[in-house]
């Protein structure tokens, strides 16, 4: 093979290298969770999402630091840790932090998902950020209605229902 023969096979490989990759990464784009899905964790995500138990952990660990109970640190004039600061104050934007059972108007939601480094919360150079499985999470959440619940300690008791008895003697 000459010099031309060498330069134009590199070329031709180069091109389909570029070509592959290309697919390859159409294909991944399209296999990735976006945020706006929770089937493919199915199995590892529970029938109701609840507040105390799934969600305020995700907050409190990706999102309190700037927008939690430390009025000093607030940031945006957002609070994530009060019902009324996540779902019912209206964001700079015109929107809310969270819409119940609406992922698309759920401001905080969408700055979850984005790919833009400038829209994204938690911001990158925190060097944190929700895992597919927590996106997942919060997205159905979100569905479920997004209901923010008091402190356990701050819940009223209920009594539990009684269980029946089989055999009354022994009671």
């Known amino acids: 093979m000459n010099r031309n023969q060498v330069v134009m ?30 089937e493919e964790y199915a199995e590892a995500m529970p ?8 969600i305020k952990p995700i907050l409190s660990d990706k999102c309190y630091a700037c927008h ?5 640190a ?5 609070r994530l840790d009060i ?16 819409v119940a059972g609406n992922v698309s108007k759920s401001g ?7 790919e833009d480094p400038e829209f994204r919360m938690p911001p990158p150079e925190f060097n944190l950020s929700l ?3 927590e996106i997942a999470l919060m997205a159905k959440w979100i569905d479920q209605g ?15 229902e009684l269980p029946s008895v089989k055999n009354s003697d022994w009671v």
């Not at 070509?19 to 296999?31: E, H, Q, R, S, T």
């Not at 607030?74 to 957002?78: E, F, H, M, T, Y």
């Open 74 to 78: 607030v940031k945006a004039n957002l």
């Open 47 to 54: 029938e109701k999402v609840d507040f105390n138990h799934h």
């Open 131 to 133: 895992t597919a499985y």
């Open 108 to 114: 905080a939601y969408q700055r979850m998902i984005s």
């Open 68 to 72: 939690g109970p430390d009025k000093n």
């Open 146 to 160: 997004a209901e923010y619940k008091a402190h356990w300690s701050y819940a009223d008791l209920k009594m539990p």
């Open 83 to 98: 019902h009324e600061g996540a779902l019912k104050k209206v964001l700079e934007s015109g929107g809310y932090a969270f």
């Open 9 to 38: 096979t590199f070329d031709i490989c180069m091109e389909r290298v570029k070509l592959w990759l290309g697919l390859v990464i159409i294909v991944l784009m399209a296999c990735a969770c976006n945020g706006s899905t929770y």
